[in-house]
Every structure is written in C-alpha cells, then in structure tokens.
C-alpha cells in the first residue's frame, strides 16, 4: 500500500514540474527531420509541418545548400550572389504569420530568416525601382510593390517552426508575403530582380489579382 502510495506521490511530483512552466512554451513536442519542431510559440499554437497543406506547379524542388546562390539584380548598386551561409549571415528576425491559400485552407507557422530590407540594402535600391520580382527555381515568379516589402519588414524564410526549411515549403527561402494569398508566398527562390515597372507572375498572367490581398477578390474583373 505504501509502495502504490509512494507512486503515485512521484506521478504528481513530475505532472506539478511539466505543467507549472519549466518546460518553456517555445519547445513543443514534435520532431521534423531530427529537428525539434516547436508548436507552441509565446502561447501561440502553430501548424506541425506535416499537417501544412502546399501547392507547387512542378511539385518539390531539391536544391543544393552547398551550390546554391541567390542572384539579386535589376535596379540595384551591386548586384550580387549570396550562398546560404552568407544568407544565415545577416541579422535574423522571426515573426508568427498565417499562411492564407486563394482556395480556402491555411495554417499559421513561426517563420524565421531575413529581412528583404537587410538583403537589399547589401545591394544598395536605385531611388527608380518599384518593383521586386521572386524567381523560383521550378519557373514560378511573382511580383510586389517594393514598399509593401519594406514597410512591412517582409521577410525570407530559411527556417519555420525553428527547423531548417524543409524541400516541401520551399528550401532554401520562401517568402513570407504576409496579408497576401498564398501565390505571392514564392518558394525555392534563386533570383529577386528589382525593376520600376508593375509584374504579373504565373498565376496572375493566369487571371489572379495582382495585388492578393487576403480577403480581397482572387481574380481580376475583365472587361
């Protein structure tokens, strides 16, 4: 009796320690490509990877971290390549956004990486560009307003939930195009060209609203 006691004195002692705030609220329990995957952030729930839904034209692309080099150019000082590491090199920022697909579904994930403005300002704006245009390694672009970006702090992910972006959202950056549906979120980015003229991307040339404003109209009104 004193041993079934005893027992159950301990279960109690290690629920008390689990449930009064020693396990921190940024480490949920979950693992993704022997990464621990954080589902809860400053009380916060997030999507687990495994249950984000994703669109992509020619499905996922596997892009090599050693190899890779993101090209920005256009209407820009310097134009340049970054490899990963000189990516992971600038000052880093993480912020909690929904994803909002045009087709009804979304999730809302921890996305942590740069800053467009920090990239760019690598490159130095000509005081003419208006204009970003996201080039994916699968042929997908968009376009957006250069001060949407930068009065937002919009940023290129290479992490989401504290794992290293997986294949499947987009390694090694996809943008967080944040208030905007889910085909402004271009993924496997290896190009960013800066231009003073307004874009339409794949989806747009298709009849997508170029501006995406979550909650807006998804197609353009034809004539």
Not at 160 to 188: C, H, M, S
Request: proline share 4%; glycine share 10%; net charge negative.
């Amino acid at each position: 009796m004193k041993r079934i006691l005893l027992i159950t004195t301990l279960i109690l002692i290690f629920s008390f320690i689990a449930f009064s705030g020693c396990i921190s609220e940024d480490e949920g329990p979950g693992v993704y490509n022997n990464e621990t995957e954080s589902l809860l952030y400053r009380g916060e729930p997030l999507t687990p990877i495994s249950e984000q839904r994703n669109n992509a034209i020619k499905g996922t692309q596997y892009i090599d971290r050693e190899s890779y080099r993101l090209q920005v150019d256009g209407l820009v000082e310097k134009p340049g390549e970054f490899s990963y590491e000189e990516i992971k090199a600038l000052p880093r920022t993480s912020k909690v956004v929904d994803l909002d697909c045009v087709e009804g579904w979304g999730f809302t994930a921890k996305w942590t990486g740069v800053r467009t403005a920090d990239l760019f300002e690598e490159v130095g704006i000509k005081e003419n560009a208006t204009t970003a245009i996201f080039y994916s390694a699968d042929g997908y672009s968009t376009g957006l307003d250069l001060d949407y970006l930068l009065e937002n702090d919009i940023i290129l992910a290479y992490g989401i939930n504290d794992v290293t972006l997986p294949p499947e959202r987009g390694f090694p950056l996809q943008l967080v195009a944040e208030g905007k549906y889910g085909y402004k979120w271009a993924k496997w980015i290896v190009r960013i060209e800066l231009t003073d003229s307004p874009y339409r991307g794949y989806w747009e040339e298709r009849g997508y609203n170029n501006n995406a404003d979550v909650g807006g109209p998804a197609f353009e009104r034809r004539g």
